[in-house]
């Protein structure tokens, strides 16, 4: 069965400091690999894609990194600010017919003042 | 920002009300989701159709019905509500499918009482 596994399941870091966000993933084959991000209320956007090709790709203060030979990606934030407050979600497309994708549960990020 | 709207954003309705949820998109995408998302949890693929006249069942049962006549627009529809759907209920659409982007609507949250 595919699955995408995050953590931490929640983190608390003050404005300006730098964390990273990991996600494990099942699945197979695979296609890709999205970070989203959701604040409260809203619909996820997508922050960065990554093919079985790219092991590293930046979004401004966002930088996700691939191992696809351990199946697992992290999603590094650097200098954050109180606006990255939010879910941050692992997503994960299987290279089948149907192209399904498969949600990791997210990271809930609190950054404080 | 994306061009894909939902509404109404907040809905509360009593047991048994048939209800529709309205999701547009003005991106010309062939694709078009509906996700089912309890706070703090996963995404959960209900419907998804591939273009006009298209509607598949996604990942996670529901009671639901979709259609799909116009390329733009994919409502939902719930025929007699139960307290069981409270939940938050997310469009997407995607230019065709597999690589290509979720873009996500705001989101409609749903209470049932």
């Known amino acids: 069965k595919n699955q995408v596994e995050q953590s931490p399941q929640s983190l608390i870091i003050l404005e300006g400091k730098n964390c990273t966000l990991q996600?494990?993933?099942?699945?197979?084959?695979?296609?890709?690999l999205r970070w989203y991000k959701q604040d409260t209320g809203r619909g996820p956007v997508s922050l960065t894609i990554?093919?079985?090709?790219?092991n590293t790709k930046s979004n401004g203060r966002y930088t996700a990194t691939l191992d696809a030979d351990t199946k697992q990606s992290s999603l590094h934030i650097t200098a954050s600010q109180l606006s990255d407050s939010a879910s941050y979600i692992c997503v994960v497309s299987a290279g089948n017919a149907g192209n399904m994708l498969t949600f990791g549960g997210g990271t809930r990020l609190m950054v404080k003042p | 920002e994306a061009d894909i709207y939902q509404t109404p954003r907040y809905l509360v309705i009593g047991t048994g009300k048939k209800i529709t949820l309205e999701c547009s998109q003005t991106m010309g995408h062939d694709k078009m989701y509906w996700y089912q998302q309890d706070p703090g949890m996963e995404l959960h693929l209900i419907h998804y159709?591939?273009?006009?006249?298209?509607?598949e069942k996604g990942d996670l049962s529901s009671e639901s019905t979709v259609s799909r006549i116009r390329t733009e627009h994919f409502p939902l529809t719930l025929e007699s509500a139960r307290p069981s759907h409270t939940s938050q209920y997310l469009c997407?659409?995607?230019?065709?499918?597999?690589?290509?982007?979720?873009?996500f609507g705001p989101g409609t949250r749903l209470l049932v009482l």
């Open positions: 996600c494990n993933y099942t699945v197979s084959p695979f296609s890709n």
């Open positions: 997407a659409s995607s230019l065709r499918g597999g690589e290509e982007t979720q873009y």
């Open positions: 990554m093919t079985f090709s790219e």
């Open positions: 159709s591939y273009g006009v006249n298209s509607t």
